[in-house]
């Protein structure tokens, strides 16, 4: 190995333990309050450290911290496409706060696609139910907050949850099976 190449591993060491690790933990928390296990959150992280490894000139990033962040959030959303069941509250998180290269492109039209139909979804609820939903899982309300907000039970604003996000999912599923016409409305599950 040359005597520059040991330099730069060297030097890359250093900028990662100064500007990267002491904001790992931030990040793992976000993971972690996004319901991301801990086992997923290390393989995030592992690959994400390996990207940054690749980068030539890792010395000019503005916001370290920042651009780590961001490559972690790419790696979360293209695991979440994956299953094709997808976390409302990661989605809304990822949706509202993650920026693209160029390089994403085709990841970002994706997500922004299933977004999108992920709105639509929530959209076709019944009013009561997607007013819950979106109070709870995009907005990040208490069930304590919605009922005394909505003037009922914290037990009915719960079952609405509950019913919402099952005909969210159905209606997910339904439309990635082979056949469906997009065009077929929510069915709506709920009173």
Same mark, same amino acid.
């Given at each position: ?28 928390? !976000? ?14 992280? %592992? ?15 503005? *916001? $370290? $911290?920042?651009?780590?962040? *961001? ?13 094709? =069941?997808? *976390?409302?509250?990661?989605? *809304?998180?990822?949706? #509202?706060?993650? %920026? ?47 009922? #005394? ?12 949850? !509950?019913?919402? =996000? ?5 209606? !997910?599923?339904?439309?990635?099976? $082979? ?9 709506? =599950?709920? $009173?």
């Amino acid at each position: 190995m040359a005597n520059t190449e040991l330099e730069r591993h060297l030097r890359m060491s250093l900028w990662v333990a100064k500007e990267i690790l002491p904001h790992e933990s931030r990040i793992r928390g !976000w993971f972690r309050r996004n319901r991301i296990s801990p086992e997923d959150t290390d393989e995030l992280l %592992q690959e994400a450290y390996c990207r940054l490894a690749t980068i030539d000139a890792f010395e000019a990033i503005a *916001s $370290p $911290p920042a651009y780590f962040f *961001s490559i972690a959030r790419n790696l979360l959303a293209k695991k979440l496409r994956r299953p094709q =069941v997808v *976390s409302i509250e990661s989605f *809304s998180e990822i949706d #509202s706060t993650i %920026q693209f290269d160029n390089d994403d492109m085709e990841d970002a039209a994706h997500l922004r696609h299933a977004s999108a139909k992920l709105r639509g979804l929530i959209a076709g609820l019944p009013d009561r139910c997607r007013r819950i939903v979106e109070l709870r899982k995009i907005e990040g309300w208490s069930q304590k907050e919605i009922a #005394s907000h909505l003037g009922i039970t914290e037990k009915a604003v719960e079952k609405q949850v !509950w019913l919402g =996000v099952r005909a969210i999912r159905e209606a !997910w599923e339904r439309k990635a099976r $082979p056949g469906n016409m997009a065009a077929e409305r929510l069915e709506r =599950v709920v $009173p």
